[in-house]
């Protein structure tokens, strides 16, 4: 119940509502492909309410092979909507990975990028945006990122600096930040015409309001939420 704790544990449900709400409304537009990037342990494959939609988890191949052996031990049902993408960005390109796993790029597409940018290059960051800027017309990407430290206040300072030591201790150092500003330059540049993003209060607003356990995002603002489309 420690308040920092709190708020990562708002925010990580929150990350997932948000981009199954914007994916919801993608499939409602006419979207049938929904690529999972960096998928780890996500389990929208598994509970997907839409006959329609074909779900692609790209991840790296012994991440993916982990959870493969959790999902066989815990008895759930590979859907037959379900295509594993397994990718090593080292050796071959995001386009490459799907391309041979039957995704069409002719077709509208929606892409949940949750927990990973953080972790990336730049490089790596702007390959993968270029990678879906090239989609179709009004395909889309949501994802989580972190605001830049050196835009936080004191208590911001002190949650960022605790948690930056942690990933780093577990060998998954942070590299990539962007103020609100510089992202929608990123964005831009690669390619993409509409941007929403979203910090804590709008969060707040939209999921958390009116919860009678108090339930929702600090001021603390370590990360914001952000959909774009082509």
Do not use: C
Not at 6 to 33: H, N, P
Not at 167 to 178: R, S, T
């Amino acid at each position: 119940m420690h308040p920092v704790g709190r708020d990562f544990r708002a925010f990580m449900a929150v990350r997932s509502r948000y981009t199954e709400d914007q994916l919801a409304a993608a499939v409602a537009r006419g979207v049938t492909q929904y690529v999972v990037l960096g998928a780890g342990l996500d389990t929208f494959a598994y509970r997907n309410p839409f006959p329609s939609l074909r779900v692609f988890e790209v991840d790296f191949p012994a991440t993916q092979k982990w959870k493969r052996v959790m999902l066989a031990e815990a008895e759930i049902a590979l859907p037959p909507s379900l295509t594993f993408v397994p990718l090593d960005f080292e050796h071959r390109t995001l386009a490459e990975g799907l391309a041979d796993a039957g995704f069409d790029d002719a077709k509208l597409a929606f892409f949940g990028w949750l927990g990973v940018v953080p972790y990336l290059t730049l490089q790596a960051f702007r390959s993968t945006l270029f990678a879906i800027a090239r989609l179709p017309e009004g395909t889309a990407v949501s994802f989580d990122y972190a605001i830049s430290p050196e835009t936080l206040g004191p208590e911001g300072r002190l949650a960022f600096d605790r948690l930056a030591e942690r990933v780093a201790k577990a060998g998954e150092p942070f590299q990539l930040f962007f103020t609100a500003e510089k992202l929608e330059a990123e964005l831009r540049l690669a390619g993409f015409h509409r941007i929403e993003q979203l910090d804590y209060e709008q969060v707040n607003e939209l999921y958390f309001k009116d919860r009678a356990d108090g339930l929702k995002l600090s001021a603390v603002k370590l990360a914001m939420l952000a959909t774009a489309w082509v």
